[in-house]
């Protein structure tokens, strides 16, 4: 009912920037927090950065200052810039929203993306 789609991620040197961007679609009454998790190889899935509805935001504290999110709540998008890569922010990252659906607007539903590969080399 819906999907989320990542883009962005790519091999880049240290020090370099990327900018993801994830695009939620489809049976969407209005989307709460919007987020952005990592998974490295071996590792479990952490929180990157996420976003709420009124703007707050939260980061990891490994990428606190060097990344910013930032969300379009009109086109249903969120976006991570990522400044001073780092060797260790090598991983797959993945997009993620609580959803209120259409004809279920009471309810929160959790959706994840396919996940978008970013690669620094050292």
């Known amino acids: 009912q819906v999907q989320l789609v990542e883009s962005g991620g790519d091999l880049v040197q240290t020090g370099g920037s990327l900018r993801l961007s994830c695009a939620a679609s489809?049976?969407?009454?209005?989307?709460?927090?919007m987020g952005w998790y990592r998974q490295a190889p071996g590792k479990p899935r952490e929180l990157v950065a996420v976003?709420?509805?009124?703007?707050?935001?939260n980061y990891a504290d490994s990428v606190r200052g060097r990344f910013a999110i930032s969300r379009d709540n009109a086109k249903n998008t969120v976006h991570l810039q990522m400044n001073g890569l780092k060797y260790e922010d090598t991983a797959r990252y993945y997009c993620?929203?609580?959803?209120?659906?259409?004809?279920?607007?009471?309810?929160?539903?959790?959706?994840w993306g396919q996940g978008t590969q970013v690669t620094v080399s050292s």
């Open positions: 489809g049976s969407i009454f209005s989307i709460d927090d």
């Open positions: 976003t709420t509805t009124s703007g707050s935001t």
């Open positions: 993620h929203a609580l959803v209120r659906l259409v004809n279920s607007a009471s309810r929160r539903y959790s959706y």
